[in-house]
């Protein structure tokens, strides 16, 4: 006689603590996560968020242990209206001693701006593929790199770091997969312009491991060093994390993230956008890799963000913490 | 004088195709896809669904090109009602060639009703930790392997296949991490017990790659083959295709998933459940990795079940594709 198994069913819960912690080989010891939900993430979500609630979410953000938080955005208003007061959130913002504060910065009048705001970091905003570049900034790439160059050196003559996203870097929604040499000769145009740091972008989620890898590899191998290259994965299909993972193993040690999974692409509405701090940073402790963050206090602010968007945090795991 | 750049603004969209293909050293050829949706996935579902469906979804998931397809259970109907008509299911169900049909079996009476109904290939579950047994089956872990041994004994005097589910395997809401050495001793025993194939069950989704690594490795260390070990991770806290990729680089070649991300675990009910399928046969196509699935109709597929469950599938790439 047996009794019956009881296999699936509900036996009660627990509180699940934090990940455990087991290295593996071939990782960087520490990662510094470039935090993008207040701008990045912000900027894709409907609602328009007071700039008393940014203020609040940067300072909750920088508690957390976030270094690098990208505070907002000199796109013009029109374009961006989610983001039309940065003049007002860099005067209300109280910086924390060793907490970087990126803007991103379009073109010259966004600069004039970012440098009347007293901003210290900015980047700029490219395309990989020439129908993104015309989709995006109705420039070809050549008109491109000749809008950003003036940016650049003006920045760089006024003692500012310069990171270059580039956009569309695994595919492209018109032009479909993108040639890994392609992303490494934009890369490499914008570096040589005076951009210390590239942030390869998976704008609309479909790269897997191995185009990451070629990516990163045609990129330095064009002669950007690795550790000026970071990743922006978004995880629309669900695999930010395990590109994430492939682009560890290649020695980047820049990860961007955003709070709570806020934003997404807005080419691909129905699900979800960039990568969730949470889900990185639950990866990144477990595998012992160093980031400073308190995942912790970070999914409360996530969740708390959340709950002034009046919707669930995309982030598995806050949803699993604090669902 | 610029023309305002429209970063981040929506610029028309496209329909995004399949990933681009671009292999990854260190991988295996060819994965076997264990598609748990009809029996891990529909016994956590609350909507109890229709034979009718369950059989369409059977046969559609072998259309995708599924080759192993979990059925049903024959755990006692008190436990799992989702699961009640497993002997009307088997009876209805036209195979298909060269396709699998495992049932899960928890003890002797499941397993006379499987071999009543002309079930081949069974899989039992077990756990981990003493924990989880004790709460699961209401038995001590040497109990467990009691109540397995004359299931796993018959079976295979019957000719039957004998996988062994083996869950907790990486954190228990009890007793917190579980330490590598026990897994493997706990798989070990239930491969010399019988059962040709373990899977390795991150039952709560907490797992990261590191501690995936070390996990094989102690069970292989333990003498079982590589080959004979296949991963089942859930996506809780979003680790499950990092994971994987994890696990495939130490040349585990059976990877379990549910279509669209069917069902959960029921103790972390905020959250999803297994890892898509459609996640990630996204990332082993990309990869280059052969599976044999044709993602589109399994898209389509999940998007046809989610429609009978009222709610949209967790799968992140049935959502991009078919949201």
Known sequence: MTTPSRVGADVGAREVGLPATVRADGLPERVTI????ARDGLQNESTVVPVEVKLEFLSRLADAGLGVLEATSFVHPKW???????????????????????VLVPNER??????????????????????????NLNRTLDEQFAMFEPVVARARAEGLDVRAYVSMCFGDPWEGPVAADQVAA??????????????????????????????????AAAGVPVADIAVHFHDTYGQALSNTLA???????????????????????????????????????????????DLDRLADTSAWMAERLGRPA???????LRG
């Open 247 to 293: 682009a560890l193993r290649l020695g980047v040690t820049t990860v961007d993230s955003s709070a709570g999974g806020l934003g997404g692409c807005p080419y691909a509405e129905s699900a979800t956008g960039n990568l969730a701090t949470e889900d990185l940073v639950w990866m990144l402790d477990g595998l012992g890799v160093h980031t400073g963050v």
């Open 80 to 102: 961006v209206p989610q983001l039309a007061d940065a003049e007002e959130l860099l005067a209300g913002l109280t910086k924390v001693d060793g907490v970087s504060y990126p």
């Open 186 to 219: 934009v890369g490499k145009r914008l570096v040589d312009m005076g951009a210390s740091q590239l942030s390869l972008g998976d704008t609309i989620g479909v790269a897997t491991p191995g185009q990451v890898e070629s990516v990163i590899a045609a990129t």
């Open 34 to 37: 470039w935090e993008v939900g």
């Open 314 to 320: 995309p982030s598995r795991v806050v949803r699993a």
């Open 110 to 135: 966004g600069l004039d701006r970012a440098l009347a705001a007293g901003v210290r970091h900015i980047a700029i905003f490219g395309s990989a593929t020439e129908t993104f570049a015309k989709r």
